[in-house]
């Protein structure tokens, strides 16, 4: 008798100590059913948005404008002498995209007014206008840094009698820095170097400016 009643109270812990392990397995095969798809989704997704990414163009429209101050300021019959000015372009390309990566192949038209006054202190403007076509290149998603080069052909007008109207290579190189928080739309600053080989007096000058790209 006294085996019997110690054999019982075994017998049950073993019991409860069994249906707690196939509680807990249970459970662990629900939360691993529960979990593996959704990782699995994760990934698709994951996967399927960098495929989209990856070689996916659109048509971009930038506009910039900038503040220009010359780098070589010639010395001219007239006294002249050149200051700063400013001016705009107007950018037009096909923007491909990759993951982490913006490469965009443009063209454009782009116009810039630098002041000069004489000895006198009659004023002349010098203007210069260039069509060029290059590329850009930006890295990220959110914030994109990046740089552009151009090349072109530039001619400068001017209404100073000493300086007779000329054009020529139009070359630009520049850093940008881009925010994209806007679907379809960067906004972000640049500086530039900008020359014309406008023989006599070729201007080169610093731009420094801020931009729009809409990408459709």
């Known amino acids: 008798m006294a085996f019997g009643l110690c054999s019982k109270p075994e017998s049950r812990d073993v019991g409860g100590a069994s249906t707690t392990s196939v509680a807990v397995f249970s459970m662990l095969i629900g939360l691993s059913a529960w979990l593996v798809p959704r990782t699995a989704h994760a990934d698709r997704y994951e996967a399927m948005h960098e495929g989209r990414e990856e070689g996916r163009s659109g048509l971009n429209l930038g506009f910039d404008v900038e503040g220009a101050v010359p780098t070589s300021i010639p010395h001219l019959q007239s006294g002249s002498s050149l ?90 190189g520049g850093f940008a820095l881009d925010l994209h928080v806007i679907p379809h739309l960067g906004l972000g600053g640049h500086v530039e170097y900008v020359t014309i080989d406008a023989r006599p007096f070729a201007p080169q000058w610093i731009a420094l400016g801020l931009h729009a790209d809409l990408v459709f």
């Open 83 to 172: 200051s700063g000015g400013g001016g705009f372009k107007v950018r037009v390309g096909d923007q491909i995209r990759f993951p982490r990566l913006r490469v965009t192949p443009e063209g454009g038209y782009a116009f810039d007014h630098l002041f000069a006054t004489d000895n006198s202190g009659t004023a002349y403007s010098w203007d210069m206008h260039r069509l060029f076509g290059g590329v850009r290149v930006g890295f990220g998603r959110v914030v994109v840094p990046g740089f552009y080069v151009n090349l072109g052909y530039g001619w400068r007008d001017t209404g100073d009698p000493t300086v007779p109207p000329a054009g020529g290579l139009a070359f630009n």
